[in-house]
Every structure is written in C-alpha cells, then in structure tokens.
C-alpha cells in the first residue's frame, strides 16, 4: 500500500527566503507525483505535475524534483511571498486503479 | 475555460437524511474522481468514475455512492448521515486514465448535525 509523508508539517519562514518542501514515497512504481496548493476551506490548486519519467519541473518560482528510486520529490520556492501561505500538499498516482495517495501537506506561513 | 465546478458549496443536513453532491468536470475530461477531506484525517479516496462507469473506490462504507452521467458530470450520494460525514468533499477531473494532471473543483462543504 503506497504512503506519502511530508516532512515538516509547518514552516514558517520570513518573507524572501528560499525554502523546501519535502515528500516521500514508500512504492516506487508510480505514474506521476502533483504538487498542490490548498488555502484554508478551499479545493486545491495544481501547482507542478511531474511524469515518472521526468526529474524536475519548473514553473514561476517553484521548482519540483522527482527521485522515483529513493521515493523522494521535493518542491523549492524561491524568494518567498505572503502569498504563499498555504499548505502544500503532494500526491502519487499509483496502480492500475489510477489512485491519488495524498501526503498530511505542509503549512506554510511566510511573514512579512 | 471553466474548471471544475462543485455544487452546493455548503450543505447541512441532518443525520440520518441523505447528501447529494454534485460536479461538472472540465470539458474534454472523461475521468471524474471524490475525494473526502474530514478535519484532522488528510485527503481520503473515494471513488473514480470514467466513461460512465465506476473504475474504483476507496475503503468507504456502501452508503456512499455515486454516477457519473453520459456529459461526464457526475454526483456523490451519501445516504444515511453520520456525524462523522462531515467533511470537504472535493471533486477532480483528468482527461482519462492516462497518467495525466488532475484538477480540483473547490469542494462541497458538508455539515451534519
């Protein structure tokens, strides 16, 4: 049965600072791994998709790298923003089921 | 072009009624997927509907259940409330069951009492 765990559970950072995120997956035999950002009550936002195949994304300031073989993704945000406070989440699509297995997410907080 | 799109926003009901859920995945997808996100417990899998038919669900009691419709709209039904139902129901959409990117609606927000 496939795990995730993101480690830390909160952060918070000043504004500006570069930080990340961390995920980790206990079956390596995935199709994908997403990024998400979800504000408190809201749905979640798709921040970055990487294909089993691929090692890294980028988009803006974030940046997402994949190490299918050690079951490692991290997410880099560069040059942090109140904006960004939210929790970050990350999810694995495993299995011929096509199953999404989420991580708990990371809160962020980014103080001005 | 319009996201996904999940109604009613907020929903209260009493236990032991019944919860229809609805939503309208982006056009062109055909894969539609309930996720349940109850306070404390994380994201949990519900089930996977594509092309009409139901691929998968998660470790959920039968009375949650659900269609999705020959638009590939689809509903989640949730019969015989519980306390314990309340939660953020949140409704994704991909383009198949390719290994493809999956888009979040902004959930239904269940409150029984």
């Known amino acids: 049965k496939q795990e995730v765990t993101q480690i830390p559970a909160a952060l918070s950072v000043p504004e500006g600072e570069n930080l990340v995120l961390n995920c980790s997956f206990t079956d390596s035999a995935i199709y994908n791994l997403q990024w998400f950002r979800q504000d408190p009550g809201k749905g979640l936002t798709s921040l970055l998709l990487i294909q089993s195949s691929q090692r890294e994304q980028t988009s803006g300031r974030l940046n997402a790298s994949l190490d299918k073989s050690s079951g490692r993704s991290t997410l880099y945000i560069a040059a942090s923003q109140p904006g960004d406070s939210a929790t970050y989440l990350c999810?694995?699509?495993?299995?011929?089921?096509?199953?999404?297995?989420f991580g708990s997410g990371t809160q962020l907080t980014v103080l001005p | 072009e319009a996201g996904v799109t999940q109604s009613p926003t907020h929903l209260i009901k009493t236990r032991g009624q019944q919860a229809t859920l609805r939503c309208s995945p982006i056009s062109g997808h055909t894969s539609v997927y309930w996720y349940q996100q109850a306070l404390g417990l994380g994201l949990q899998f519900l089930l996977w509907y594509d092309e009409g038919e139901e691929r998968n669900r998660g470790n959920f009691p039968p009375r949650f259940s659900g269609r999705q419709f020959p638009n590939y709209s689809s509903e989640l039904n949730v019969n015989a409330l519980e306390l314990e139902d309340s939660a953020l129901y949140l409704c994704?959409?991909?383009?198949?069951?390719?290994?493809?990117?999956?888009?979040f609606g902004q959930g239904t927000r269940l409150t029984v009492v």
């Open positions: 999810a694995v699509l495993t299995g011929s089921a096509r199953q999404l297995t």
């Open positions: 994704a959409s991909s383009l198949g069951q390719g290994n493809t990117e999956a888009f």
